[in-house]
């Protein structure tokens, strides 16, 4: 099976460049509890918060990647919290850098993200929220098959420049209102994602980006990514 997808290398955002991801630490560092295995996550908690969105990253990427960590701000600014997680351990991490392999690897991180998902309504600061998706890549097919085993917990999903299609029979399960983003130029996953909407069964919708590839790197085309996630967490997570 051939496979769309590729690392994020850095982050141009109008006239700002980033060439690689940033590292220092935004919101408490967490250890974050997901099945068998405890992983490092970032967590931000706005005074007066609707609800928290736990992110999934795309393959060959991580917590650190730098278009999440600009989505996640602005979802911050919209009154909502955020996890940003490592779905592989650091040992998985050297593995699959040698193999390629765990990062497509769907039903283990859709295994991971349950246990954050559990983790989250644990949590003193956040059991009360409700909970968003939001996955890039390869994360977005964990999304959506880890929705359905928290289906009282979940109450949307956003996937950009995903592969919802990854999904499978998952997608069919799926409770919580779902929009899909993909760039105008990303055609292939263009009719990916037409394929997964017409398998999903509750409220759904496809945002085309106009001119924007794969890693939405054109001017404003990940601040309208940032914008139509946190315009459609805000109304579903909020309602909840």
Known sequence: ??????????????????????????????????????????LVVPAGAQGVVLFAHGSGSSRFSPRNRYVAHTIQEGGLGTLL???????????DLR??????????LAERLVGAVDWLRANEETHELSIGLFGSSTGAAAALMAAPRRPEAIGAIVSRGGRPDLAGAALRQ???????????????????????????QVEKRLEIVPGA???????????KVAELARDWFRQHLAAG
């Open 85 to 95: 997680i490592d779905l592989l351990t650091e040992e998985e991490e050297r593995i």
């Open 1 to 42: 099976m051939a496979y769309v997808g590729a690392a994020e290398p850095g982050l141009c955002v109008g006239e700002v460049i980033v060439d690689r991801p940033v590292r220092e630490q935004e919101g408490r560092l967490v250890q974050v509890s997901a099945g068998p295995v405890t992983v490092e996550g970032n």
């Open 213 to 223: 590839t794969h890693l939405f790197e054109e001017p404003g085309a990940l601040e």
């Open 99 to 108: 193999t390629r392999e765990i990062r497509f690897d769907i039903p283990l």
């Open 174 to 200: 799926v409770q919580a209102p779902t929009l899909l983003i993909v760039g105008g130029r990303d055609t292939v996953v263009i009719t990916l994602n037409e394929q997964a909407l017409a398998q999903l």
